[in-house]
C-alpha cells in the first residue's frame, strides 16, 4: 500500500477567528497578563493546576517572569498527607490494580481554617500582584482578578509517571512506582480535578498549556470556549497515541509511520477523549488540552441529547487498537457486567466490545468462550493452579479457539472470556471502561517491568459467563453480518454488536459517495479499507475532512447529514469504513 506512512499522528483542528489569541514562551505570557494588570494598585492572579502540572517548575518561571509580590501555594491549605490517605483509602484501596470510583471533589482535600487563613491572607494585602497557584487554587479565591487554568494531556501524565516527575494530589510520592500513581490517579485525583474543571471552565480568563513546560502557550479562555464550540460542529480526530507491551507487534511501525528502532507497539488509543488529545490550531500557533474538555463543555452537541442524557458528560465509545502482528498472544480475559462493576467500582455502565480484524495473518486467531464440555470447577482449579505455582494453564482444554480473517468481526459482550491471538492487528470497538480488564492466565510472561502482570481470577471467576460455549458464542458472536441497506456504489451492512451491548457498528463499502446522518447521535469510525476518503457536508456547514487507512475520527451528533468518499489515492477504488453509534431506541 503506497500510502502505509501517510497516517497523521497529529491532527490539528483549525479553529477561526482567534489567531492573535495565544501567547507562546514565558516572556510573551507575563507580558500579556501584566498588560491587564497595569491600572489596578492590587491585582489577584489564581493559577488552578492540573494534577500532573511540573509544579515547582512552574513556580520557578511565576517568580522569574511575573515577578509577584506575594505567592499563596494551595498546597499549604490542604490536609497533612496521612490525612489525605486516610480520607482516600476507601476509593483508593488496597488492591494493586483496582480502586473505586471517588465521589470525593477537591474541597473535600482541604482543611476549611487552613483555606480560610489563605484567603485572608490574601484580602490583607494592600498592593501589588498576589498569585494564588496549585490544584484547589480557585477554592482559596473562587473570583480572581485573572483566573488562570494551567491544563494537561492524560498521556503526558502518564509518561511523567513513569519517569518520576509528579506527584498525586496532596502527597510527596514522586518516587512511588507509575503503577500506583496511575491508579490513584484514574480513581481519584482526575475524578477531583475533572470536577473542577467543569465548575470553573465558563471563568478561565486563559488556559495554559503546559504539555511542554519549555515552551508553554497561553491561550485566552474566550478562545478555547470558541475552539470547542467550533470543533463540535464538523468531523475531527483526536491525538492518537502509542505504547509498547509484553504481547506487542510490528503492524502499527509500519502502517502508522512510527519509531522503527522501538522493540514493538501494543496499543493505539485512538479514540478515548479522557486519554486522549485535542489539538485546536489558531494561526500558526498549536495548542494541546485534553480532548474530555469538548465533553465536558459541549456534551449535548457532541454527544447528541440522547446520549448525553443516558450518560452524563462521557463519551461512552472506544476506539483502540490491539497489534499482535509478530508479537504474542494479549493475557487470557474476561470483563465484568454490568451488575459487578456498579456494585464493585462504582461505575455505571461496562466494557462491552468487539473486536474488528484490520489485518491477520494465516495463523490469526481470537479465544472466544469456553469449549463444549469445560467443566467450571476444573477451569477455576487450574486457573488457580497456574497463578500460584507458575505451571501453564492448559487453555487448550477449556478455551475456544476461533481462527480469524482480515474483516472479521467478534462481539464480545462483558462476561465471556476472550483473547486476540497472536499475528492479529485488532481495531478494539467497545464501550469506555478500559481499566477494568480482569486477567486469568497470562502464558507464563513478565511485563516490561520485568514483573509478573497482576492477575485478577478472584473477580474475573465471578463475572464468567460459563454458559458462553462453542455453540452459543458461534451462533452469537462471531461475523453476524447482515445486510442493511444498498445503492449506487455502496453497500451498508450491520455487523454487531450482541444485543446485551449498547454499540451498533455498520460498515459500508463505497466506491462512490455514500449519504451518512448522525441523526442527533454521536458517530465514531474507522477507514479499515482504501487509502483515502473525504467527509463532506451537503450543506457546506464544516469544512471537507480527509481522512487516511487507519485512522479514526468523530461525527459529532450536531453535524448532521454528511457524505464519505474515496479520494486522493483512493479515487475510483473500492473502500470500507466501520461506524459505531449508541443504540437509542
Request: contains cysteine; hydrophobic residues 35%; aromatic residues 12%.
Amino acid at each position: 500500500m503506497e500510502s502505509k506512512n501517510i497516517f497523521d499522528k497529529s491532527p490539528v483542528v483549525e479553529i477561526q477567528g482567534y489567531n492573535n489569541a495565544v501567547f507562546s514562551g514565558w516572556e510573551a505570557i507575563s507580558e500579556e497578563v501584566k498588560s491587564n494588570l497595569t491600572h489596578k494598585k492590587k491585582s489577584i492572579i489564581v493559577i488552578e493546576t492540573y494534577q500532573g502540572v511540573l509544579y515547582e517548575q512552574l513556580l520557578n518561571e511565576i517568580k522569574a517572569n511575573l515577578q509577584p509580590d506575594e505567592i499563596i501555594e494551595s498546597r499549604y491549605s490542604m490536609y497533612a498527607e496521612d490525612k489525605i490517605r486516610e480520607i482516600t483509602f476507601p476509593d483508593v484501596t488496597d488492591n494493586r490494580i483496582f480502586g473505586y470510583m471517588t465521589r470525593l471533589k477537591m474541597k473535600d482535600l482541604f482543611d476549611e481554617y487552613l483555606t480560610d487563613q489563605a484567603y485572608n491572607h490574601a484580602k490583607e494585602i494592600d498592593e501589588g500582584i498576589v498569585v494564588v497557584v496549585g490544584t484547589g487554587a480557585s477554592l482559596i479565591i473562587p473570583e480572581p482578578d485573572i483566573f488562570i487554568y494551567a491544563d494537561m494531556a492524560r498521556w503526558e501524565i502518564q509518561l511523567r509517571m513513569r519517569n518520576n516527575l509528579v506527584k498525586n494530589l496532596g502527597l510527596e510520592n514522586k518516587e512511588e512506582s507509575a503503577e500506583e500513581q496511575y491508579k490513584r490517579g484514574y480513581f481519584l485525583d482526575w475524578r477531583i480535578c475533572d470536577r473542577l474543571k467543569r465548575e470553573t471552565i465558563e471563568k478561565w480568563d486563559y488556559l495554559l498549556d503546559t504539555n511542554r513546560h519549555d515552551h508553554p502557550k497561553l491561550v485566552t479562555g474566550n478562545a478555547i470556549r470558541e475552539g470547542l464550540k467550533q470543533t463540535v460542529k464538523r468531523p475531527f480526530s483526536v491525538v492518537p497515541y502509542f505504547d509498547a507491551g509484553p504481547w506487542g507487534g510490528q503492524w502499527m511501525k509500519e502502517y502508522c509511520d512510527l519509531d522503527q528502532s522501538a522493540p514493538n507497539y501494543a496499543w493505539s488509543i485512538n479514540c478515548i477523549p479522557e486519554e486522549n488529545s485535542l489539538l485546536l490550531g489558531y494561526g500558526n500557533t498549536v495548542v494541546e488540552i485534553p480532548a474530555i474538555n469538548a465533553v465536558f463543555y459541549q456534551p449535548n452537541q457532541l454527544l447528541g441529547e440522547a446520549v448525553y442524557g443516558r450518560f452524563g458528560a462521557e463519551f461512552p465509545i472506544r476506539f483502540d487498537f490491539l497489534d499482535t502482528m509478530d508479537g504474542g498472544n494479549l493475557s487470557l480475559q474476561v470483563h465484568p457486567t454490568t451488575d459487578y462493576i456498579q456494585q464493585t467500582f462504582g461505575m455505571h455502565y461496562t466494557q462491552d466490545e468487539s473486536y474488528y480484524l484490520m489485518d491477520a495473518g494465516d495463523d490469526a486467531s481470537v479465544y472466544l468462550g469456553l469449549k463444549m464440555n469445560a467443566d467450571k470447577d476444573k477451569v477455576i482449579q487450574e486457573l488457580e493452579t497456574s497463578r500460584e505455582t507458575g505451571e501453564a494453564f492448559d487453555d487448550t482444554k477449556y478455551i475456544e479457539k476461533w481462527p480469524a480473517k482480515k474483516h472479521d468481526h467478534f462481539s464480545i459482550p462483558a462476561g465471556t472470556i476472550h483473547c486476540s491471538g497472536k499475528n492479529s492487528m485488532v481495531l478494539e470497538i467497545s464501550s469506555t471502561p478500559y481499566i477494568f480488564t480482569f486477567k486469568l492466565w497470562d502464558w507464563g510472561r513478565l511485563g516490561l517491568d520485568g514483573k509478573p502482570r497482576p492477575i485478577n481470577i478472584g473477580h474475573g471467576i465471578k463475572v464468567i459467563q460459563w454458559d458462553r460455549n462453542k455453540e452459543w458464542v458461534k451462533n452469537n458472536l462471531i461475523d453476524m453480518v447482515e445486510k442493511a441497506d444498498e445503492g449506487d456504489g455502496w453497500i451498508e451492512e450491520k455487523t454487531g454488536l450482541y444485543k446485551s451491548e449498547f454499540i451498533e457498528t455498520r460498515r459500508h463499502w463505497f466506491s462512490k459517495a455514500v449519504q451518512h446522518d448522525t441523526a442527533g447521535n454521536l458517530n465514531v469510525i474507522n477507514l479499515v479499507e482504501g487509502k483515502e476518503i473525504i467527509v463532506e457536508s451537503p450543506d457546506h456547514s464544516f469544512e471537507p475532512f480527509i481522512v487516511h487507512y487507519a485512522e479514526t475520527f468523530i461525527v459529532p451528533a450536531s453535524a448532521g447529514k454528511y457524505t464519505i468518499k474515496p479520494y486522493g489515492f483512493s479515487e475510483g477504488e473500492e473502500c470500507a469504513t466501520i461506524k459505531a453509534h449508541v443504540r437509542v431506541s
